[in-house]
């Protein structure tokens, strides 16, 4: 699909620009995203695994799924739809990257202004002390893993049921009001708070795009729903923008 012009130069002029991602971004580097088919592991909803009575009832099970999000995640690279936002992040005279992934993708294409609102799949926290620690290791041996003071080590992520951390939820609420210009790339938009954030955008007067496979249940609410794949588009997005500066 065509990228309207106004897109474009909204983008070009915003004096703020942020952009928040879903799992769609990292899907042309071969992380699955969490709803669809492809989301399915062992039968398996993101849902029934990534909580806290899920990890209570069953450790070993919740740290099997993450060992093979894990292994999947650590054999992919990031992708052209990761590049031109990292790209985008240099030409902008303020900008702000709000991601839902845990995967790090966004890090490795260079990205440095970056709230990962869930966490990251590659620090694990003592269910006791709350001690956070990162280990790069796939796979993991020993599951589930536990802490040198013996207590479980639980995946650094939000799950269903728990609240965000309070710093990153503020400075994405923040962002989202000040920003004068938001890329929404890749969410399903039906997981709170994060859903929220484009209309905070979008009722402070701020321009709203977003970027999906599909329609959304923010399409309607957007300036502009742009329809295809983020690694397509954000790149021809890029490159129109960096042709008007
Ligand atoms: P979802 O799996 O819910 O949605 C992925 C979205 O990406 C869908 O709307 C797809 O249409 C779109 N998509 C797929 N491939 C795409 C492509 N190549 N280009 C553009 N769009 C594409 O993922 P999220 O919205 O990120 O939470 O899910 C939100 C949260 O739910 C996740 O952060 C995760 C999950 O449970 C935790 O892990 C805590």
Redesign the pocket.
Known sequence: MAIPDQVVQKVAESKFLTVLT????S??SGVP????QD?LWKNYR??EL?TPEAFQKDPKLVWEWYDWRRGIVGDANPNP?HEAISRLEKSAPNFYLIT???DGLHERAGSCKIVEL?GNIWKMRCVKEGTIKTDLTVPLENLPPHCECGALLRPH????GESLWPDSIETAFLVAEECDCMLV???????QP?ASLPLVTKRAGGFVVE????P?PISDMTDSSIL????EILPELEYLVSKRK
Do not use: D, P, Y
């Open positions: 879903g799992a769609g971004i899907a042309e995203t969490f709803r669809g989301g993101a849902e990534a739809g839902q992934n845990v869930h992520i939000v799950w269903f790339v890749g969410t399903s938009a039906v997981v994060a970027i999906n496979a599909e959304t295809g794949k983020s690694g």
